[in-house]
C-alpha cells in the first residue's frame, strides 16, 4: 500500500465536496479503534497486517496498557473511489476516534461538535449497550449523519458458533435494537418540543412527522457487516454486484430484497417476498451468510490449507505465496477475505455516499450552532444573521473567518514537526552535494591535498544527515521551559485559516445585540489572539500547515494562553459566540490532591492548571479548606488525571484523598411505620401541626417570620433538577429583558408541568388556594436560584412575579411596602439554607419552604437601630428555614450510580454478592438472546462505589466489567438521628441499637472531613471491653 503523501492532502483540504468530516462513536471495547486502524492500514500508514492489533490512534502508554481509550485523536485520511465509479473522484476524510468508556464521555462530545457524520459501532453479540445509546442522543442532538457499522460478525461464527440461519435472525435482532432506540430519541424530541400549552393531542406531533430518513437499513446503504479484527466488511451494495449478473436481477432492485424476508425462486429467476412463512431460505443467508460462513469453515475450523488457492482463484483474488504459507488460521482469514470484502474501501464507500461535506450542512444545525438557543433571532442584528450564509455556504474565500475550537490538547514539545528532524528530499540531498562538490573544486584549486580529504569527509555526512531546524523555544514559565504545548482541536466553519491572522476569541457572554460589543475598542467579552501554527493531525504525529480552508478540522498552536478548554473564533465581532458542547454525563467523583513532599506545592498547582487545560471534562478546584479538588467521572478518570500529574504535568508524587461524594439532605413526610414494620399509632400532639411551624424575629424584634418546610413530590424536583441549567440561565438574565420566544415557551410548559407536579402537595390544611394559585406564588428556586428548593409565599405579602419577570415592564404598582426593600435579604436567605443544610452542611433538595407570615412593624424608632435592618432579615429568614427543615423528619439523598454489567451465568451468583453487599439493587438481570450472557443493570450508591470494579473483576476472574454511570439522586430512607422509640423497636433493636445507621455513618463522614462536631463517643459499651482485657 503507498503511503499517501501529506501534500496530496493539503490540495483535497480546498475542495470541499470532496472532504468528509467523521468520528468513530460505541459502548466501550464494541472495536472502534480496530476499525479505525484497517481504514488507517488503508493510506499505508501502517501495514495491514498489523491493523487491528497495533491501535495505532490509541497512542498513549496507558491507552495501549489498559486496552481502552481514553481521549479522542483524530487522523486525516486519503480515499479514492473504485474505478467502476464515475470520474473516480479521491476524497480526504477527516477521521476522529472516540473513547468508548463512560468516564471519558466528555472526549465524545468534543468530538461530535466538530463532524457532519458519525460511525456508530455496534458489537454484534453484545448487542447496544448504554453508550451505544447516549452516543445515539448526542449525535441526534448535534444534528449529524449516522452510519452503522456492525462488527464481530466473526464472533458469531466462531465463539457462538451460530449456522448462517440463526446468524441472519441475531443481525436482525441487533439492527431492530439499534434503530429502536432511534425512535425512542426520535419520538421523545417531537414530545418535548410541542407545545404542551396549547395542545394536548399528543398523538398527533408524532403523526405528523417523516421519519423515513432516521433508520438504518441495509438496502439503504447506510449499514455495514464487518469484523474490523479480521479486516473484512461488506455492505449489500457489494453483493448486489458480485450478484446481478449471476441472478439476472438488476443491481439495484437486488439491493432492494438482498436484505429482508425475501427469497430466490431459481427457476422463475426472481426475488420474492415472504421466506420466513415458507420457509425459505432467506436472500441474505443464501447469497451472503453461507460464502462466509464456508471460507471460516476452510480456513479457521477446517484448516483445509491445500483449497486455499482453489478458493482465491474463484474469488478472483491473488494470494502471494507468503500468504500461502502464513499457519496462523486468523491471518488467513485476513489476507483472503481482507482481499476479497476489503474493510476500507466498504466502510469508506459508505461515509463517502451519505455522509454530507462541509458545505451541506443543514440550515437547522447552522442555526443551533450559531446563535444560543435562548436569544430571539429576530433580535439579532443583520450582520449576524448574515454570517449564516458563509457559514451554511462553508465558503473558502469568505471574509469572514469563523473556527470553534472544541478542546485543548497536550502535545509534548518534542513531537512538534518544527522540532523533529526533518527528512531531506532526494533533490535537496542532491543539490547539497552538488554545492559541496562546487567547493570542493573551487578550493582545489586553492589548497592542499589535507583540506580536501576533510571536506570529502563532510559530503559523506551531509548526504545522510538530516537537518536539524532551530529549536523554536516554548515561553518559559517560573522560569522553566513547558514540556507540553497545548493545540487547539479546532473546525474552521468559515473563510479561510491563516498563520499569523489576528481573530477575537469570543467569550460566551459575547453578545452582537449589544451595541458595544460590537464596537473592537470597547468589546468587553472579545479579546483579540493570534494564530501560531497550524497542523493537520495524524493521529500522534503533526504536520505544518500554511492554511486551512473552511470544512476541515485543524490543530491550531500558540493559543494555549487564551482558552482554556473551548472557545470561538472569529474575524468579526457580529458572530455569537458558538453553544456550549453538551456534555453527556456529570462529574461527580471528587478527590483531593496534595504533593508527596509540600515543598512541591507550586509544582502540583501548575500541573493542575495544565491538567484542567488538558481534559475537557475534570474541574480543578481548590476548596474552603484549601485543598486542591479535582472533580471525574469515575475511578477511571481519576486514575488517567493522577497518571497525566504524575508522569507528565507535575512529575512529582501526589497523595489522593478517599473520594469525597456530594450528598443531599431532604425532607420526608411523617413515618407511618417504625423501623420494624408496625404501624406507629398518631397521637393528637403528632397530628398538631403548630409544632412544625418555626417562628423568629429578627434581632430588634421588629420583623417577624413564620415558616414550615414541605417535602415536594419527587415529580416536581425531577423536573426542577431538569431545568435547572435553563433557570440558571434564566436568572442570569438581567430582569425586564424580553426572553426569546423558545424560552418563553419553555417557561410556560414548566409552569404547566410544575402545576401538574404539585397536584399532590400537602400543605396541611394551611391555604385553600388552587395549584396554579400556590405555583404564581413561588417566591425563589434554591439554591442560586436553579435548584430544587422552593421558596412559597403565603403570607399578606406580595412578592415580585417569579413566572414573568421577563416580561413587558409589569411594575406599576406603586403601593410602597416597606417589605419590599428587604425582599432580597429574605430570599437571601433561604439561598444560604438552602446551599447547606443542618445534618452535614450538604445542599437541600427538594424542600418548600411556605412562609405563612412575614410582617413588619415600621411604627416607632429607625429600624437600622440595632444594625443593618437587611442583614437582620437575612439571618432570620435562614434560621427560620433552618429550624423548620429541622422541624421536620430529615434524610440524606445519595447519589446513586446506574450500573451495567455484562456477565456469563456462571459469575451471576458472585456478582450479585458484591452488589449486595455494598447496598445495590438490582433492576433488571436479562439474558441477551443467542450470546448466553446476562446483561445485568443495577443501582448503586456512588459512596459505596470504590474499588467496586476491581472487587468485582477479582470475585468474577476478570468476566465482569462494570460500567458505572451517574443516573440519580435517591433518598436513604433511613433517619440518621434514629434511636428506637417503640415497644416493639426496643425489643427488637434493644436500648443502645448498636446495628449500624447507615445514614448515619455517611453523615458523620462527612461531617468529620468538613471538621464538624461528630457526635460520637469514644468509648461505647465499656462493659464489653472490660470483660475482654480481663479474659487476656
Ligand atoms: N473477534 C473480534 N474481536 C474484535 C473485533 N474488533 C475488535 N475486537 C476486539 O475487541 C477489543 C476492543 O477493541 P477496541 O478497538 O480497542 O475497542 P474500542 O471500541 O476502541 O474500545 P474503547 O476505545 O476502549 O471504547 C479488542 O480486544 C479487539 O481485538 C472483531 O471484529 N472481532
Ligand atoms: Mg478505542
Request: with cysteine.
Given at each position: ?740 420566544e423558545k424560552w418563553t415557551t419553555l417557561l410556560a410548559s414548566i409552569k404547566v408541568k410544575l402545576i401538574a407536579a404539585l397536584r399532590d402537595v400537602h400543605l396541611f390544611g394551611l391555604s385553600s388556594l388552587t395549584t396554579e394559585e400556590l405555583v404564581n406564588r413561588i417566591w425563589a428556586l434554591g439554591p442560586r436560584n436553579c435548584g430544587t428548593n422552593i421558596l412559597l409565599n403565603l403570607s399578606d405579602y406580595e412578592q415580585p412575579d417569579f413566572w414573568s419577570s421577563h416580561a413587558k415592564s409589569s411594575d406599576t404598582d406603586i403601593r410602597s411596602d416597606p417589605r419590599k426593600d428587604f425582599n432580597s435579604s429574605l430570599v437571601n436567605g433561604f439561598q444560604l439554607t438552602s446551599v447547606a443544610g443542618p445534618l452535614c452542611e450538604e445542599p437541600m433538595q427538594g424542600v418548600c419552604f411556605v412562609v405563612l407570615e412575614w410582617s413588619i412593624q415600621t411604627e416607632g424608632e429607625d ?78 450508591p456512588v459512596i459505596e462505589s470504590f474499588n467496586f470494579a476491581q472487587e468485582m473483576r477479582k470475585q468474577t476472574s476478570g468476566l465482569a466489567c462494570p460500567q458505572l454511570m451517574f443516573s440519580h439522586w435517591e433518598v436513604i430512607d433511613i433517619d440518621p438521628f434514629w434511636l428506637p422509640t417503640t415497644e416493639e423497636e426496643l425489643m427488637h433493636f434493644g436500648e443502645k441499637a448498636d446495628s449500624a445507621n447507615r445514614a448515619k455513618l455517611y453523615m458523620d463522614s462527612v461531617r468529620r472531613r468538613k471538621g464538624l462536631f461528630v457526635d460520637e463517643q469514644v468509648v461505647e459499651h465499656a462493659e464489653k471491653q472490660r470483660t475482654l482485657s480481663k479474659n487476656k
Amino acid at each position: 500500500m503507498p503511503v499517501v503523501e501529506g501534500s496530496d492532502l493539503v490540495q483535497l483540504q480546498r475542495r470541499r465536496q470532496q472532504v468528509r468530516n467523521i468520528c468513530i462513536l460505541a459502548h466501550v471495547d464494541h472495536g472502534k479503534t480496530t476499525l479505525a486502524d484497517s481504514l488507517v492500514a488503508s493510506n499505508g500508514i501502517i501495514s495491514q497486517r498489523m491493523a487491528g492489533k497495533l491501535r495505532y490512534l490509541d497512542n498513549r502508554a496507558d491507552e495501549q496498557e489498559r486496552g481502552i481509550t481514553m481521549k479522542s485523536s483524530s487522523i486525516s485520511l486519503y480515499y479514492q473511489e473504485a474505478e467502476e465509479l464515475a470520474g473516480n473522484p479521491d476524497y480526504l476524510i477527516n477521521l476522529i476516534d472516540s473513547p468508548g468508556h463512560v468516564d471519558f464521555s466528555s472526549e465524545v462530545s468534543t468530538a461530535v461538535r466538530l463532524c457532519d457524520g458519525a460511525i456508530v459501532v455496534v458489537d454484534v453479540v453484545e448487542g447496544v449497550g448504554p453508550q451505544t445509546r447516549a452516543c445515539l442522543k448526542q449525535i441526534y442532538e448535534e444534528q449529524l449523519k449516522p452510519v452503522l457499522v456492525l462488527n464481530k460478525l466473526d464472533r458469531l461464527i466462531l465463539e457462538k458458533q451460530m449456522d448462517p440461519l440463526d446468524a441472519y435472525f441475531h443481525l436482525t435482532q441487533v439492527l431492530e435494537q439499534v434503530n429502536a432506540v432511534l425512535g425512542s430519541i426520535f419520538a421523545s424530541d417531537i414530545l418535548a418540543r410541542e407545545d404542551i400549552t396549547k395542545k394536548d393531542n399528543y398523538e398527533s406531533a408524532l403523526e405528523e412527522v417523516d421519519d423515513s430518513e432516521l433508520y438504518f437499513s441495509p438496502s439503504s446503504g447506510n449499514v455495514v457487516f464487518c469484523s474490523a479484527y479480521d479486516g473484512w466488511a461488506f455492505s449489500v451494495r457489494d453483493f448486489a454486484a458480485m450478484y446481478a449478473k449471476r441472478l439476472e436481477l438488476k443491481r439495484k432492485d437486488l439491493e432492494q430484497v438482498l436484505w429482508g424476508d425475501f427469497y430466490y425462486n431459481s427457476k422463475k429467476k426472481e426475488a420474492l417476498p415472504g421466506a420466513q412463512e415458507k420457509a425459505k431460505k432467506p436472500m441474505f443467508v443464501q447469497f451472503v451468510l453461507e460464502n462466509i460462513w464456508s471460507l471460516y469453515d476452510i480456513i479457521a475450523i477446517r484448516k483445509d490449507k491445500d483449497k486455499l488457492p482453489g478458493i482465491a482463484e474463484k474469488l478472483g483474488l491473488k494470494l502471494a505465496a507468503r500468504d500461502l504459507r502464513l499457519t496462523d488460521p486468523k491471518l488467513q482469514i485476513k489476507a483472503v477475505l481482507g482481499q476479497w470484502l476489503p474493510i476500507d474501501k466498504c466502510v469508506l464507500h459508505m461515509v463517502v455516499d451519505h455522509v454530507p461535506p462541509p458545505h451541506k450542512i443543514s440550515e437547522e444545525r447552522a442555526q443551533r450552532l450559531l446563535y444560543p438557543a435562548n436569544v430571539d433571532l429576530s433580535s439579532l442584528p443583520p450582520e449576524t444573521l448574515q454570517l449564516k450564509e458563509s457559514f451554511t455556504s462553508c465558503d473558502a474565500d469568505s471574509s469572514n473567518v469563523i473556527a470553534f475550537v472544541s478542546k485543548m490538547t497536550p502535545v509534548h514539545v518534542s513531537h512538534l514537526p518544527q522540532n523533529r528532524p526533518k527528512r531531506l528530499t532526494d533533490q535537496e540531498v542532491q543539490q547539497r552535494r552538488d554545492e559541496v562538490r562546487r567547493r570542493i573544486e573551487e578550493r582545489k584549486l586553492q589548497s592542499e591535498q589535507s583540506e580536501l580529504e576533510k571536506i570529502s569527509q563532510g559530503v559523506e555526512q551531509l548526504s545522510t544527515q538530516v537537518e536539524v531546524p532551530k529549536k523554536e523555544e516554548p515561553e518559559p514559565e517560573d522560569g522553566e521551559p513547558n514540556e507540553f504545548v497545548f493545540i487547539a482541536f479546532a473546525r474552521v466553519f468559515s473563510g479561510t485559516l491563516k498563520r499569523g491572522m489576528e481573530l477575537f476569541n469570543l467569550s460566551p457572554k459575547h453578545d452582537p445585540r449589544q451595541p458595544t460589543h460590537r464596537r473592537e475598542d470597547e468589546a468587553p467579552y472579545a479579546n483579540r489572539l493570534t494564530i501560531g501554527d497550524l497542523y493537520m493531525f495524524m493521529g500522534g504525529e503533526l504536520q505544518l500547515l500554511d492554511e486551512v480552508p473552511a470544512g476541515n478540522i485543524v490543530g491550531i498552536g500558540g493559543l494555549e494562553s487564551h482558552i482554556v478548554k473551548t472557545a470561538t473564533l472569529s474575524s468579526s465581532l457580529d458572530c455569537t459566540s458558538f453553544s456550549e458542547l453538551s456534555i453527556m454525563a456529570t462529574p461527580i467523583l471528587r478527590v483531593a490532591i496534595e504533593p508527596v513532599q509540600p515543598q512541591d506545592m507550586p509544582k502540583l498547582v501548575k500541573g493542575l492548571k495544565l491538567l484542567n487545560q488538558a481534559d475537557a471534562c475534570v474541574q480543578v478546584s481548590v476548596a474552603p479548606t484549601g485543598e486542591h479538588v479535582i472533580t471525574t467521572l469515575g475511578e477511571v478518570h481519576v486514575e488517567k488525571c493522577v497518571h497525566d500529574l504524575e508522569h507528565s504535568y507535575a512529575k512529582i508524587k501526589v497523595n489522593v484523598s478517599k473520594p469525597i461524594v456530594s450528598f443531599r439532605e431532604t425532607i420526608v413526610p411523617a413515618a407511618t411505620v417504625d423501623m420494624v414494620n408496625e404501624a406507629i399509632v398518631k397521637t393528637a400532639e403528632d397530628k398538631d401541626m403548630s409544632k412544625k411551624i418555626a417562628i423568629q424575629q429578627t434581632l430588634n424584634k421588629r420583623g417577624t417570620l413564620k415558616v414550615i418546610a414541605v417535602p415536594l413530590p419527587a415529580e416536581a424536583v425531577e423536573l426542577l433538577e431538569k431545568h435547572s441549567e435553563f433557570f440558571k440561565e434564566l436568572a442570569a438574565i438581567p430582569r425586564n429583558q424580553l426572553l426569546s420566544e423558545k424560552w418563553t415557551t419553555l417557561l410556560a410548559s414548566i409552569k404547566v408541568k410544575l402545576i401538574a407536579a404539585l397536584r399532590d402537595v400537602h400543605l396541611f390544611g394551611l391555604s385553600s388556594l388552587t395549584t396554579e394559585e400556590l405555583v404564581n406564588r413561588i417566591w425563589a428556586l434554591g439554591p442560586r436560584n436553579c435548584g430544587t428548593n422552593i421558596l412559597l409565599n403565603l403570607s399578606d405579602y406580595e412578592q415580585p412575579d417569579f413566572w414573568s419577570s421577563h416580561a413587558k415592564s409589569s411594575d406599576t404598582d406603586i403601593r410602597s411596602d416597606p417589605r419590599k426593600d428587604f425582599n432580597s435579604s429574605l430570599v437571601n436567605g433561604f439561598q444560604l439554607t438552602s446551599v447547606a443544610g443542618p445534618l452535614c452542611e450538604e445542599p437541600m433538595q427538594g424542600v418548600c419552604f411556605v412562609v405563612l407570615e412575614w410582617s413588619i412593624q415600621t411604627e416607632g424608632e429607625d429600624l437600622n437601630s440595632r444594625g443593618p435592618f437587611s442583614g437582620q432579615v437575612l439571618t432570620a429568614a435562614k434560621e427560620v428555614c433552618r429550624q423548620a427543615f429541622q422541624n421536620q423528619p430529615q434524610r440524606l439523598v445519595t447519589p446513586m450510580y446506574s450500573c451495567n454489567i455484562v456477565v456469563n451465568a456462571e459469575m451471576l451468583g458472585k456478582m450479585y454478592a458484591v452488589i449486595g453487599r455494598r447496598h445495590g439493587k438490582i433492576l433488571s438481570g436479562d439474558l441477551t438472546q443467542g450470546s448466553g450472557n446476562f446483561a445485568v443493570t443495577c443501582l448503586l450508591p456512588v459512596i459505596e462505589s470504590f474499588n467496586f470494579a476491581q472487587e468485582m473483576r477479582k470475585q468474577t476472574s476478570g468476566l465482569a466489567c462494570p460500567q458505572l454511570m451517574f443516573s440519580h439522586w435517591e433518598v436513604i430512607d433511613i433517619d440518621p438521628f434514629w434511636l428506637p422509640t417503640t415497644e416493639e423497636e426496643l425489643m427488637h433493636f434493644g436500648e443502645k441499637a448498636d446495628s449500624a445507621n447507615r445514614a448515619k455513618l455517611y453523615m458523620d463522614s462527612v461531617r468529620r472531613r468538613k471538621g464538624l462536631f461528630v457526635d460520637e463517643q469514644v468509648v461505647e459499651h465499656a462493659e464489653k471491653q472490660r470483660t475482654l482485657s480481663k479474659n487476656k
